[in-house]
């Protein structure tokens, strides 16, 4: 059974900077995307904020952004650690929601159980 654990979200300033982490435990073999969605409030769906994906046997990642997040946020992961991280720079009022990660592995999709984000102006 796998398992998402997020931490790493906050109450933070307009301009300032978090860095969310996403920890995966059990059999992640086959992990074939990971990334991070949002929810903002009042809002019913997710929005994809970050990806990396992989589409061959290279083991390559490549990464998708987002319009509204690019150049502010970085998804990268540390394979020794099985976790996925999100660095948000330059944060905005309208960056505030829940924040849920996945992985897609072996083509099942996992998630997190979310974690707030506030970005005060």
């Known amino acids: 059974q796998v398992q998402l654990v997020e931490s790493g979200g906050g109450l933070v300033q307009a301009g300032g900077s978090l860095r969310l982490s996403c920890a995966a435990s059990g059999d992640t073999f086959g992990t074939n995307a990971m990334g991070w969605y949002r929810q903002s409030p009042g809002k019913q769906q997710r929005e994809l904020v970050a990806r990396m994906t992989t589409s061959g046997l290279s083991g390559l990642f490549s990464t998708n952004y987002v319009d509204s997040v690019k150049g502010r946020f970085t998804i990268s992961r540390d394979n020794t650690k099985n976790t996925v991280y999100l660095q948000m720079n330059s944060l905005k009022p309208e960056d505030t929601a829940v924040y849920f990660c996945?992985?897609?592995?072996?083509?099942?999709?996992?998630w997190g159980q979310g974690t707030q984000v506030t970005v005060s102006d």
């Open positions: 996945y992985q897609v592995i072996r083509y099942m999709n996992y």
